[in-house]
């Protein structure tokens, strides 16, 4: 089975557990990941979107190239993610011109040295201000706010202590306006506290879900689908009661 075979395989697996979007990238943004060229990612990407897009459910292209975002959207995609929050030269028309979802990431440096000296000083009032400024940015574009999100960046170029500075008052984020985006699943800060290796890290990452969602994140990016969505069914009940 080729790669494209199992990523679509992968896809049809989230769905059955409950997912309500699916976020597809071709490039790994783990620290040290080394970057694709613009070609080697559309030729991952392609085949993947065109079969999804037929599934009609909400689709996010986890994308920092403009060329990739337009792409996407002329093939029908609902959201562009970027961990570069629409700063590459071109990336900002792109959504302009569409009708997308976007989701803005802050991020400190770049995924392949971010991690060798992560950002220093007050990480909760560095990230709401710089997302303010893109917010800011988009709708000064005519990007509509109730189309745009917000994700912290979660262990993009910060320390253990930012990130759950970031959880902790992430009601600071929230204060923005935007819906936010928490990406807590398998992060490296839920091992360095509970010294977990990465395919260990089911609880804490569930945990870290629940934690964010019950102090105001509107979605969840996580790898474990149906186990997220039954813990997130209890504390709804929870609240109901």
Wanted: net charge negative; aromatic share 4%; with cysteine.
């Amino acid at each position: 089975m080729c790669s494209s075979d199992l990523a679509i395989e992968h896809a049809h697996q989230l769905m059955r557990e409950k997912a309500d979007v699916l976020d597809i990238g071709a490039e790994s943004s783990r620290p040290g990941a080394q970057p694709l060229d613009e070609a080697e990612e559309w030729r991952r990407l392609e085949p993947v979107l065109r079969e999804v897009i037929r599934w009609h459910v909400p689709i996010s292209v986890d994308t920092y190239r403009p060329v990739t975002m337009q792409r996407a959207l002329d093939l029908g995609v609902d959201i562009i993610n970027d961990i570069w929050g629409l700063r590459q030269p071109g990336a900002m028309a792109c959504v302009r011109n569409a009708s997308c979802g976007v989701c803005v990431m802050h991020m400190h440096g770049e995924p392949l040295t971010m991690q060798r000296v992560p950002m220093e000083g007050p990480v909760v009032s560095t990230v709401v201000e710089f997302l303010r400024e893109r917010g800011q940015a988009l709708e000064d574009a005519g990007v509509a706010s109730a189309r745009i999100c917000m994700d912290p960046g979660i262990g993009f170029g910060k320390t253990v202590e930012h990130n759950f500075a970031l959880l902790r008052d992430q009601s600071e984020l929230l204060a923005l306006g935007y819906p936010v985006l928490a990406a807590w699943s398998r992060k490296s800060s839920l091992g360095a506290v509970t010294d977990l290796d990465v395919g260990d890290r089911l609880v804490p990452s569930i945990t870290a879900a629940v934690l964010a969602v019950e102090r105001g994140a509107h979605l969840v990016r996580v790898h474990d689908v149906a186990s997220t969505v039954a813990a997130l069914q209890v504390w709804q009940a929870s609240v109901q009661v």
